[in-house]
């Protein structure tokens, strides 16, 4: 949607101006001279690969960081936030690519932290979650715990955290990478109805189906530089993936061309002529008879059996919240199922610990790799060797330099980008902490099966290229593969086939052909085929 021809208030003096903007933290520098207008009434799109300085772009315009060189004007004043506060008292709001939510306080309350002194008015913000509820179909329980909630309705609330104080800027990293569709398509319209109304908004996104359905205009960052803008992107969108990759868009995956919306979708497998691939099934997981109950005794996962052979794709689809997350965390060890059994060829993992289904040769590629996949506060280094320390390890002491050598081996067949292998895992963006999640559970010595839920969620072009192609190459090798998905679209180009869940069942499977994308469709809402 391009807004050249649009009333004259959208060209008038812009609402935000960055000028020859520059940020370095340390010796790394994450932008440099980067200058960019967001103008009152326009979704400005900000599109680039994991690193290329997207977040902290956002971050400092919402006044976590401090730029080192140029100025921002706001308002036509200029613009010095001492902090997120600041910005928000001023008319900024942001949704960060990671949570910022208390999980053991409610939804009510994570909403009112720090609005509101003195007695908390509980019910008067209910009815105000209830009416957004209504205006933008982003239901929500309010006084539901947040750590009793799905990762998407946990957006949600990170979301309606922002739109509840009515911004005038509205600034957006990465919002949709946990969402379902219905939910992303709610949520442009949120954005529409914003920018309608006079104020903007700053989407930060990697799906170019979004960037060509919502975005007026688009500023490509690649190394921290501003490569590209366009006034057309739905027309330009080819030239603006190859400004961001800085190649043809000819030589991307055909499963990350698809996913991302640059082509139909079309069925890759994992097919190929690899001599190394099973000639006849051998069932490598087992699950048979899961079933999750929770504290309040509902049931959350039902009577779950399923096989994944070896050299199979088994992709999980279903709308999020309907047993997913409790079907991965009692794989990973995370939670201890009620009932059922869990085989990985004759070694039984029920209720085993994280450790000892590593041991056994099961990599597990979590949902939620900031809370559960990875140790922040740790160097990169050690998250990719996490589960392999050990090996490092001489008389008590880590031999770090040995440690380091390795891991950046594997950053460098990963393409994890960061300053180093001994760079803090917290300084890496959400991207390359994925990627170097999968090299790490990927790479197990033994490994026979991986567990991989959203493995592409929030990751760039050129990223899911890789990532499948890694999934793909350990297939072939004759690894089961679990893949649990939101994306419809990433399970009908990948997977061999599909299983659909819904309320904690299995409501049907089927091939993974997009034929049957109707078929799949019905059973997610609970239609049996």
């Keep these: 949607m391009n807004m050249a021809s649009a009333p004259a208030e959208i060209v008038a003096e812009p609402l935000l101006s960055l000028s020859a903007i520059t940020k370095r933290f340390g010796n790394f520098t994450a932008l440099s001279d980067v200058s960019l207008d967001i103008r009152p009434g326009e979704i400005h799109c900000i599109l680039g690969e994991n690193g290329a300085g997207k977040s902290t772009l956002c971050n400092l315009i919402f006044g976590v960081h401090r730029p080192d060189g140029g100025s921002m004007r706001y308002r036509g004043a200029s613009f010095q936030p001492s902090g997120p506060a600041d910005s928000l008292a001023q008319g900024i709001a942001m949704v960060h690519q990671h949570f910022s939510l208390v999980p053991d306080m409610s939804v009510v309350d994570n909403v009112l ?171 490598a997981l087992q699950i048979d008879g899961l079933t999750v109950r929770d504290y309040q005794g509902v049931t959350r996962l039902d009577n779950f059996t399923l096989t994944v052979d070896r050299g199979e794709i088994v992709g999980v689809a279903g709308v999020e919240g309907n047993g997913q997350s409790e079907l991965t965390a009692v794989l990973a060890g995370m939670m201890t199922p009620s009932e059922g059994k869990i085989y990985l060829g004759d070694i039984n993992l029920t209720a085993k610990s994280p450790k000892e289904i590593t041991a056994a040769g099961v990599g597990i590629v979590p949902e939620d790799r900031h809370a559960v996949g990875c140790v922040t506060g740790m160097s990169l280094a050690e998250n990719i060797y996490l589960n392999r320390l050990d090996e490092f390890t001489r008389f008590g002491f880590l031999q770090r330099s040995a440690l380091e050598r390795e891991a950046a081996a594997l950053m460098q067949r990963f393409d994890v980008r960061a300053r180093g292998p001994g760079a803090l895992f917290s300084s890496l963006s959400g991207g390359n902490q994925q990627k170097a999640v999968l090299a790490r559970e990927i790479t197990l010595p033994n490994l026979t099966c991986l567990v991989a839920a959203q493995p592409t969620r929030g990751l760039d072009v050129g990223a899911v290229a890789a990532v499948y192609s890694h999934i793909r190459a350990a297939c072939e090798r004759g690894v089961a593969i679990l893949l649990v998905s939101s994306e419809l679209d990433e399970l009908l180009t990948v997977a061999d086939r599909i299983v659909v869940l819904y309320r904690g069942r299995i409501m049907g499977s089927c091939v993974a052909d997009p034929d049957r994308r109707e078929a799949i469709g019905a059973m997610m809402a609970g239609q049996p085929q």
Aim: aromatic share 2%; proline share 5%.
């Design 113 to 283: 932290l720090g609005r509101q002194r003195g007695l908390l008015n509980r019910a008067e913000c209910a009815r105000q979650l209830e009416k957004l509820a209504v205006d933008y179909g982003l239901p929500l329980d309010p006084f539901a715990k947040i750590e009793d909630l799905s990762v998407g309705e946990r957006q949600r609330v990170e979301i309606v955290k922002c739109l509840i104080r009515d911004p005038s800027l509205f600034v957006l990293d990465e919002p949709t990478a946990v969402l379902l569709p219905d939910e992303i398509a709610a949520l442009l319209d949120v954005c529409h109805r914003v920018a309608s109304s006079g104020r903007a908004v700053v989407l930060v996104t990697h799906k170019l189906a979004e960037i060509k359905k919502i975005a007026d205009r688009v500023t490509v960052l690649r190394g921290g530089r501003v490569v590209a803008t366009s006034d057309k992107p739905a027309a330009e969108i080819d030239a603006l993936v190859r400004a961001m990759i800085q190649g043809n868009v000819d030589t991307l995956d055909q499963s990350a061309a698809s996913i991302l919306g640059l082509e139909p979708v079309k069925h890759i497998g994992h097919g190929t002529e690899n001599d190394n691939t099973p000639k006849t099934k051998v069932e």
